[in-house]
């Protein structure tokens, strides 16, 4: 069960990388500007972050495995879709298709390992092993991708998902038990729509702010609506019986905690591979497949630390793998805010390699932090809010540090690109301090005396 689950977070992990990879020859196929790569990886992690809530508390009602192989099929299909995408839009709908199938998978597949693995250590371990997937995918998503890209086009990094998720749908339908909470939640309609009108209007506002100007009715009118968004979600879902995000899961500071940890890690990451591989395709000239080579030690690295880091929440609990988790991305990325086209390789690769450790262990003690305060039956909820926060972290990484860049372009990406990057890597460097402070202070004793007391107030 744990390895057809981790397959589900393989694919997805693939898809992201590939993606990212494939990034200047779409930009240079479909002629789009970078506002327009932007849309290409935050229309797939916004719609999965809206989702994802509502994915899991549907599993937990409807049935586990039934939404799981569901999720698989629509992803799938989402996949084979996009390699056939005439133009820019057809493809940001379709990775949106994706997206819909994507949040039925992981915060699914965390809430059937949690419920097989009861004893806390086993299911550190478990955890462990699923945050390993993270950093396997990872590794191969640049160099497969490097290879496809420059072989068959950007059109078949969506064709490895198609074998994957079929065999995916197979397996599960064979040894993946059905399970479901004992007590069913209603759908939240009005809670659903106000977590997508918020992403979405912060989301947009931030992507397409440097270029139709920050001042614009546009843009002021897209902050307004997501700040109305907030302030309704905040007075609407403590008065529901069964809401879509039950707000007291944050009034424990490790699950709050882990949450903002989530966001700033996933900040960093997405930032970090969105500007490096612009950087190596056009401001080095590097190839898709030496772009790929060049970013597979972060990737090893994370393969190798993800594992270990779940051992170690397991022995010492999360502070200790937070705290070197997050000063290890800080150091990994100082060094890229003094970025040229002339950087030596051995400047690059020692920041690739401590940057995938420090990724590589913080994963396990956000999942794990995530759901062991929580009751079993919420398993799905409480999981699919940790994967929201990794995906909306995305969403921002993508859309902040992206806008940053923008903003101090002046249009040459073989000149230009390297000194505007800077203004991002600094953005990075604060998301490594958030990770390495927060892991501080939300772990102590008081912290995990607020995550009993939350235990015992949400209804099993």
Same mark, same amino acid.
């Given at each position: 069960?744990?390895?057809?689950?981790?397959?589900?977070?393989?694919?997805?992990?693939?898809?992201?990388?590939?993606?990212?990879?494939?990034?200047?020859?779409?930009?240079?196929?479909?002629?789009?500007?970078?506002?327009? =790569?932007?849309?290409?990886?935050?229309?797939?992690?916004?719609? =999965?972050?809206? =989702?994802?809530?509502?994915?899991? @508390?549907?599993?937990?009602?409807?049935?586990?495995?039934?939404?799981?192989?569901?999720?698989?099929?629509?992803?799938?299909?989402?996949?084979?879709?996009? @390699?056939?995408?005439?133009?820019?839009?057809?493809?940001?709908?379709?990775?949106?298709?994706?997206?819909?199938?994507?949040?039925?998978?992981?915060?699914?597949?965390?809430?059937?390992?949690?419920?097989?693995?009861?004893e806390p250590r086993e299911r550190a371990r478990a955890i462990g092993v699923w945050g390993g997937v993270v950093g396997l995918s990872m590794a191969l998503g640049p160099v497969l991708g490097g290879v496809l890209v420059e072989t068959l086009g950007w059109r078949s990094i969506f064709w490895i998902n198609v074998p994957v998720g079929i065999t995916a749908v197979v397996l599960t339908a064979l040894f993946v038990p059905e399970s479901r909470a004992p007590r069913p939640r209603r759908i939240d309609l009005v809670g659903q729509a106000l977590v997508l009108i918020l992403l979405a209007s912060i989301t947009y506002g931030i992507i397409e702010g440097p270029g139709v100007g920050w001042g614009s009715a546009e843009i002021v009118g897209c902050f307004v609506l997501g700040a109305a968004a907030l302030a309704g979600l905040l007075r609407y879902e403590p008065r529901r019986a069964d809401p879509l995000l039950d707000l007291r899961f944050f009034r424990s500071v490790p699950f709050s905690g882990a949450t903002l940890i989530a966001v700033s890690a996933f900040a960093a990451l997405a930032g970090f591979l969105f500007l490096n591989t612009l950087y190596l395709q056009d401001a080095r000239g590097l190839s898709a497949l030496h772009a790929g080579l060049h970013t597979l030690p972060m990737a090893a690295m994370t393969a190798v630390f993800a594992p270990l880091s779940g051992r170690l929440v397991a022995a010492r609990g999360a502070r200790l793998p937070l705290i070197l988790a997050g000063t290890a991305m800080t150091l990994a990325v100082l060094p890229l805010t003094r970025l040229t086209t002339t950087t030596p390789d051995?400047?690059?690769?020692?920041?690739? =390699?401590?940057?995938?450790?420090?990724?590589?262990?913080?994963n396990a003690p956000i999942t794990n932090t995530a759901v062991a305060g929580m009751p079993r039956a919420q398993a799905g909820v409480a999981a699919a809010v940790a994967s929201t926060s990794r995906q909306v972290g995305g969403s921002l990484g993508v859309a902040v540090i992206g806008a940053a860049v923008v903003s101090g372009f002046d249009g040459s990406m073989a000149t230009g690109f390297a000194a505007a990057s800077h203004a991002g890597w600094w953005i990075i460097v604060g998301c490594g301090f958030a990770v390495l402070t927060l892991g501080v202070v939300t772990t102590g004793r008081r912290a995990q005396a607020t995550a009993q007391r939350v235990e015992d107030a949400v209804p099993a």
């Open positions: 069960m744990l390895a057809i689950c981790c397959l589900s977070l393989f694919i997805v992990g693939l898809d992201n990388t590939i993606v990212n990879i494939a990034l200047p020859a779409l930009r240079a196929d479909l002629d789009t500007s970078v506002s327009g =790569l932007q849309w290409v990886l935050d229309a797939y992690t916004l719609v =999965l972050a809206s =989702l994802l809530i509502l994915a899991g @508390s549907t599993a937990d009602r409807v049935g586990r495995r039934r939404t799981f192989q569901t999720g698989l099929a629509l992803f799938t299909v989402g996949s084979l879709l996009c @390699s056939v995408a005439p133009g820019l839009g057809w493809l940001i709908v379709f990775r949106m298709m994706q997206a819909v199938g994507g949040s039925m998978l992981n915060p699914v597949a965390m809430s059937i390992i949690t419920n097989t693995f009861t051995a400047v690059l690769i020692g920041c690739y =390699l401590l940057f995938g450790i420090g990724f590589g262990l913080v």
